[in-house]
């Protein structure tokens, strides 16, 4: 005889009652923003969480950070900003995913740590980190007063956070918002809800990275980072079920720019419409999971516009 294993429901939720919200990654102009703010808004969905400036935050001048916190506040989204050389520094040298995305000295980390400063000059209130020891000296800043208190920090799926253990350490470290290691069973994810209460982050979509390799003689060499697409669509009303307090994360594959080259805008054969274009078809993912969400399990809730507890932009 077999016996079905029932995963409990979660009996956490947002300080609004819902059980799950929508986020977008990959705001690398604020043109992007307004064309993913636009395409929710045409399909009734609200988006409630943006990561901006996935190449690094060194890439982008004043004007346009101020412009992209203007559109935001304006439409109640919250901003996660990538301080310093991301994306870009993966795509100059992929050995640096071999550092698990590490500051190699302290003039990087001061780098990382100056664009914090200038980005929280210009009003955001929220930050992506992808190293431990990085969050314990923001969350000390923070307790300190250096940084406002209302400034919050997402631990990054660089971080590679597989378990309640893992889950923990971020928590007590000072992180507000976690996102888990890719590929986790529904069962896994359940375990780590069930021992912490900090939200958690689930990429629905999610562009994948693998290394290309090609042998000369005996020597197998490392020439680029590739990338397989990866998608939890079919299972995201069980992770709303299990894992509230949960943000969807929408960040797609494109067969055009595979893997993490996809927001890199620095080429002529991509640029700004059509990075906005593949963002949208992130939003049209995420109005297709939420309907199937509804029909499923309609007593799951989702936050609307703008709850009050998002670190939207001061302007």
């Not at 000295?105 to 431990?132: M, Q, S």
Request: aromatic share 8%.
């Amino acid at each position: 005889m077999t016996h079905t294993v029932v995963i409990p429901d979660s009996k956490k939720c947002f300080t609004d009652g819902a059980n799950y919200r929508l986020e977008v990654s990959g705001i690398e102009t604020p043109g992007i923003l307004e064309a993913v703010v636009g395409e929710a808004k045409k399909l009734g969905i609200p988006i409630h969480r943006a990561i901006a400036a996935v190449n690094g935050s060194k890439h982008w001048n004043n004007h346009d950070l101020q412009e992209l916190a203007k559109i935001a506040a304006a439409n109640h989204v919250e901003v996660i900003i990538c301080p310093g050389h991301l994306a870009r520094g993966l795509i100059e040298n992929p050995n640096n995913l071999f550092t698990m995305m590490n500051w190699q000295n302290g003039a990087e980390a001061d780098a990382y740590w100056f664009e914090v400063l200038r980005c929280l000059r210009l009003g955001f209130r929220g930050f992506l980190v992808w190293r431990k020891s990085m969050l314990k000296y923001l969350a000390e800043e923070r307790t300190r007063g250096h940084i406002p208190r209302k400034t919050i920090f997402k631990i990054s799926t660089f971080d590679n956070n597989a378990n309640s253990l893992d889950f923990q350490l971020c928590k007590d470290l000072g992180a507000d918002t976690i996102n888990s290691a890719n590929g986790l069973t529904l069962k896994a994810l359940a375990a780590i809800r069930q021992a912490v209460d900090t939200v958690m982050d689930v990429h629905i979509t999610f562009w994948q990275m693998a290394l290309e390799r090609h042998r000369v003689g005996d020597h197998t060499f490392i020439t680029s980072l590739a990338a397989e697409s990866y998608d939890r669509i079919a299972d995201a009303p069980e992770i709303a079920r299990v894992c509230s307090p949960v943000y969807f994360k929408f960040e797609a594959d494109n067969p055009c720019r595979p893997g993490i080259s996809v927001y890199d805008l620095s080429r002529p054969d991509w640029n700004e419409h059509d990075l906005a274009e593949h963002k949208r078809t992130d939003v049209q993912t995420a109005a297709k999971v939420v309907e199937e969400i509804k029909r499923k399990y309609p007593n799951l809730k989702l936050s609307d516009w703008g709850p009050a507890d998002l670190r939207v932009p001061v302007v």
